[in-house]
């Protein structure tokens, strides 16, 4: 029976969070015959990587994927940003380890801390390629999550993040 619950969670044109690839949209939800048994999957279409994620709705709790954040949540993200930058001074290839790990959470507020935490205005150091690397990740990331929920272009959701870190 959970099955029709989570069919009727999401529906074709829903934009959805995969936790490590970010937002994508769901285009079927389809039958799908695998090894003589019927699975109920979920379409998800990520543009950007062009790439199509086929997850079973059974399986829909486990994977992580969720709806867009809401208002409330997306807001509390952005406070985020307004903070103070709170990395830890411990070794690199620690902290880039924690920060990989709140990117792939899929969680607006844990992506947030790690764009604020890895933000450089011009008059400070440079940052290592790892270190920007990472902070483009986490910023696209939550861009895109950003630009879905108030259907604006990624570019305007990105000007907007930065405007906020300035």
Known sequence: ???SNEAVKFAAGDFVVY???G??????????????NELELLVVK?????????VPLAKLERSG??????NQMMDDALEVLK???KAKKTMWSRRAQEYEAKINSGEPISIAEVVRDLHRTENLAEQSYSERQIYEQALERLANELAALENIGLDKATAKLVKILG
């Not at 990520?46 to 086929?54: G, P, S, V, Y």
């Not at 994927?65 to 809401?70: A, E, P």
């Open 1 to 3: 029976m959970k099955n």
């Open 65 to 70: 994927l969720r709806k867009l954040s809401n």
């Open 23 to 36: 937002v994508g949209r769901v285009t079927d939800v389809a039958k799908h015959n695998v090894g003589g």
């Open 46 to 54: 990520f543009d950007k990587d062009r790439m199509t994620l086929r």
């Open 83 to 85: 903070g103070k930058s």
């Open 19 to 21: 936790p490590t690839h």
